[in-house]
C-alpha cells in the first residue's frame, strides 16, 4: 500500500487537511512514525514532536506486546496478555527496567534537539507507521491527555480492522488510511520498512522549524486586539462581502452573524443582539452572505452550502487576522441562517468554540448535524411551535453538546415585549461560557 514511510506520511496528511487551520501539534511516535509525521507536519504547516514510548515485549518473543511505558510515568499493561504468555511479575519487572533505562537515554537525546512543545489546549495529532497491538498508542495518548491536550488524534497509515475497539478511549478520533481484515504485521503494507534510526529521527525533528512552538508561545502573550466599529469587506468564493465588525476593549471572543432569508447585517434585532453582546466583551462580525444581486434570486436564500460556505471563508479571514486570531470564534445564526452556521461548524470542527442558534431552522442542514462538534443552543419561542418541534426533531441528530431552551410568549421574530432581551441574554451566557479564555 506505500513505498516506504514519506509516502505514507504524504497520504495520511490528505486525510488530515481538515485540521490546517486548527491550533494544532504533530507528535510521531519514535522511531519509525516520525517520517511519517514529518510528512503530515510539513503538509499541515504544523509544528512536530515526539511522544517518547516503549513497547514492553514478551521476552520470549518481543515482537509481541505485553504493554507499554512513556514520558511522564504513562505506565500501561495489558495483563491479559502477559498472563497468556505466562509471563510472571519478576520478568515483566526486568522488561520494564530495561525498556526505561532505553526511554531515558531517548528522552535525553531527543530533548536536547528538541524542547518538548506544549500540548496544553492544543489540538494534538498522535502519528505512527502503523497499529499492531495498539499498546505504544495507547500510552502515547495518554501522555498527550496528561499533557491537556484539548483534543487528541491518532492517526496511522494501517491499522487492522477494529482496531478501534482494541485502542479503547484514549483518543477523541482515530484515523487510518486502510484497515485490512488480513494483518500479520505494520511492514507488510511497506515496499520498504527498513528501521529507523536515532539520527534519522533527529533529522526531522531538526528540519522541521521550531519557529512554530514560538509563534504558539508569542500568541498566548499577544496583547487583546484593539477597539474596532468598522465597515469591512471580505472576499468569498467570486463575492466581495460588506460586514459590521465591532470589537470591544479587552474583548474575548468573536460571534459572527449568519442572518436569516430577507434580512441582513442592518437588522435590528441581529443588532440588538450584538450590541449586547458587546456589552459583555464580545466583539461581533454582523456580515452578508449574499451580495444584493445574489439576494435577488430566491433559491440562493436557501442554499445552505452556499451559504456555509460563505461563513466558512469569513471564519478563515479572521483566523488571519493577526488582531483577531487570538480571539475564540463563535456563529450566531437566525432563521436559515442558523443551518448555515451549523453547516460551517461542520466543516471547521474544533475551529468554531460555540454556536447559537436564534428561532433558526437547523433541520436545513440536518445531512450534516451529526458531524458538528461545537456546542450548541437552540433557542425558540414557546409560541413559535412548528419552528419549536423542527428543533425538537434536530437536536436529537446533534452529537456535540447542545441544549434547547424555549423563550416564554415568544413566537417566530421575538418581537413580544422583553422576548429579545432573553433570548440575547441566553446567547450572551453561552458565548461567555465557551469562548471566555479557559474555557
Same mark, same amino acid.
Given at each position: 500500500? =506505500?513505498?516506504?514511510?514519506?509516502?505514507?506520511?504524504?497520504?495520511?496528511?490528505?486525510?488530515? +487537511?481538515?485540521?490546517?487551520?486548527?491550533?494544532?501539534?504533530?507528535?510521531?511516535?519514535?522511531?519509525?512514525? %516520525?517520517? $511519517?509525521?514529518?510528512?503530515?507536519?510539513?503538509?499541515?504547516?504544523?509544528?512536530?514532536?515526539?511522544?517518547?514510548?516503549?513497547?514492553?515485549?514478551?521476552? =520470549?518473543?518481543?515482537?509481541?506486546?505485553?504493554?507499554?511505558?512513556?514520558?511522564?510515568?504513562?505506565?500501561?499493561?495489558?495483563?491479559?496478555?502477559?498472563?497468556?504468555?505466562?509471563?510472571?511479575?519478576?520478568?515483566?519487572?526486568?522488561?520494564?527496567?530495561?525498556?526505561?533505562?532505553?526511554?531515558?537515554?531517548?528522552?535525553?537525546?531527543?530533548?536536547?534537539?528538541?524542547?518538548?512543545?506544549?500540548?496544553?489546549?492544543?489540538?494534538?495529532?498522535? %502519528?505512527?507507521?502503523?497499529?499492531?497491538?495498539?499498546?505504544?498508542?495507547?500510552?502515547?495518548?495518554?501522555?498527550?491527555?496528561?499533557?491537556?491536550?484539548?483534543?487528541?488524534?491518532?492517526?496511522?497509515?494501517?491499522?487492522?480492522?477494529?482496531?478501534?475497539?482494541?485502542?479503547?478511549? %484514549?483518543?477523541?478520533?482515530? $484515523?487510518?488510511?486502510?484497515?485490512?481484515?488480513? =494483518?500479520?504485521?505494520?511492514?507488510? =503494507?511497506?515496499? +520498504?520498512?527498513?528501521?529507523?534510526?536515532?539520527?534519522?529521527?533527529?533529522?526531522?525533528?531538526?528540519?522541521?522549524?521550531?519557529?512554530?512552538?514560538?509563534?504558539?508561545?508569542?500568541?498566548?502573550?499577544?496583547?487583546?486586539?484593539?477597539?474596532?466599529?468598522?465597515?469591512?469587506?471580505?472576499?468569498?468564493?467570486?463575492?466581495?462581502?460588506?460586514?459590521?465588525?465591532?470589537?470591544?476593549? +479587552?474583548?474575548?471572543?468573536?460571534?459572527?452573524?449568519?442572518?436569516?432569508?430577507?434580512?441582513?447585517?442592518?437588522?435590528?434585532?441581529?443588532?440588538?443582539?450584538?450590541?449586547?453582546?458587546?456589552?459583555?466583551?464580545?466583539?461581533?462580525?454582523?456580515?452578508?452572505?449574499?451580495?444584493?444581486?445574489?439576494?435577488?434570486?430566491?433559491?440562493?436564500?436557501?442554499?445552505?452550502?452556499?451559504?456555509?460556505?460563505?461563513?466558512?471563508?469569513?471564519?478563515?479571514?479572521?483566523?488571519?487576522?493577526?488582531?483577531?486570531?487570538?480571539?475564540?470564534?463563535?456563529?450566531?445564526?437566525?432563521?436559515?441562517?442558523?443551518?448555515?452556521?451549523?453547516?460551517?461548524?461542520?466543516?471547521?470542527?474544533?475551529?468554531?468554540?460555540?454556536?447559537?442558534?436564534?428561532?433558526?431552522?437547523? +433541520?436545513?442542514?440536518?445531512?450534516?448535524?451529526?458531524?458538528?462538534?461545537?456546542?450548541?443552543?437552540?433557542?425558540?419561542?414557546?409560541?413559535?411551535?412548528?419552528?419549536?418541534?423542527?428543533?425538537?426533531?434536530a437536536q436529537l441528530q446533534l452529537r456535540c453538546p447542545n441544549k434547547l431552551a424555549t423563550v416564554p410568549d415568544a413566537t417566530h421574530l421575538f418581537e413580544e415585549p422583553g422576548t429579545l432581551r432573553t433570548a440575547a441574554d441566553l446567547a450572551a451566557t453561552w458565548f461567555l461560557e465557551h469562548l471566555s479564555v479557559g474555557s
Open positions: 500500500m =506505500f513505498s516506504d514511510r514519506v509516502d505514507a506520511g504524504q497520504q495520511l496528511a490528505v486525510k488530515l +487537511d481538515r485540521y490546517r487551520n486548527d491550533d494544532v501539534v504533530v507528535v510521531g511516535l519514535p522511531r519509525g512514525g %516520525v517520517p $511519517v509525521a514529518r510528512e503530515v507536519a510539513l503538509a499541515l504547516q504544523a509544528p512536530l514532536d515526539v511522544i517518547i514510548v516503549r513497547k514492553l515485549g514478551v521476552p =520470549f518473543q518481543p515482537e509481541l506486546a505485553m504493554g507499554a511505558i512513556g514520558e511522564g510515568g504513562v505506565r500501561v499493561i495489558d495483563n491479559e496478555a502477559a498472563r497468556g504468555f505466562g509471563v510472571s511479575r519478576k520478568d515483566l519487572a526486568t522488561v520494564e527496567q530495561r525498556e526505561r533505562h532505553e526511554l531515558e537515554r531517548r528522552s535525553q537525546k531527543l530533548r536536547s534537539i528538541r524542547e518538548q512543545i506544549p500540548l496544553a489546549g492544543r489540538v494534538v495529532l498522535v %502519528v505512527d507507521d502503523g497499529i499492531a497491538t495498539g499498546s505504544t498508542a495507547r500510552a502515547a495518548c495518554r501522555v498527550a491527555r496528561a499533557g491537556g491536550a484539548a483534543r487528541i488524534v491518532l492517526a496511522v497509515p494501517v491499522a487492522p480492522a477494529g482496531w478501534t475497539a482494541r485502542i479503547g478511549n %484514549v483518543a477523541d478520533e482515530f $484515523v487510518a488510511i486502510e484497515t485490512p481484515e488480513w =494483518f500479520r504485521a505494520v511492514g507488510q =503494507f511497506y515496499d +520498504d520498512f527498513g528501521q529507523t534510526t536515532d539520527d534519522e529521527v533527529a533529522a526531522c525533528l531538526e528540519s522541521i522549524p521550531s519557529a512554530a512552538s514560538r509563534e504558539h508561545s508569542e500568541l498566548v502573550h499577544q496583547e487583546p486586539p484593539r477597539p474596532r466599529n468598522e465597515e469591512i469587506k471580505i472576499a468569498a468564493d467570486s463575492a466581495m462581502l460588506s460586514g459590521r465588525l465591532t470589537v470591544p476593549a +479587552d474583548a474575548h471572543g468573536i460571534v459572527v452573524f449568519a442572518h436569516g432569508s430577507g434580512s441582513s447585517r442592518h437588522s435590528p434585532r441581529n443588532r440588538y443582539v450584538a450590541s449586547m453582546l458587546n456589552d459583555v466583551g464580545l466583539a461581533t462580525l454582523l456580515f452578508d452572505l449574499l451580495t444584493p444581486d445574489e439576494e435577488a434570486l430566491r433559491s440562493n436564500v436557501f442554499d445552505i452550502e452556499l451559504l456555509g460556505r460563505r461563513l466558512a471563508a469569513v471564519a478563515h479571514h479572521l483566523r488571519h487576522d493577526g488582531d483577531l486570531n487570538i480571539l475564540k470564534l463563535g456563529f450566531f445564526g437566525a432563521s436559515t441562517g442558523a443551518a448555515a452556521a451549523l453547516y460551517a461548524a461542520a466543516k471547521l470542527g474544533t475551529e468554531v468554540a460555540a454556536v447559537v442558534s436564534r428561532g433558526g431552522r437547523p +433541520d436545513l442542514a440536518s445531512p450534516w448535524l451529526e458531524a458538528v462538534e461545537s456546542p450548541t443552543l437552540l433557542i425558540v419561542g414557546d409560541r413559535d411551535q412548528e419552528v419549536l418541534a423542527l428543533n425538537r426533531s
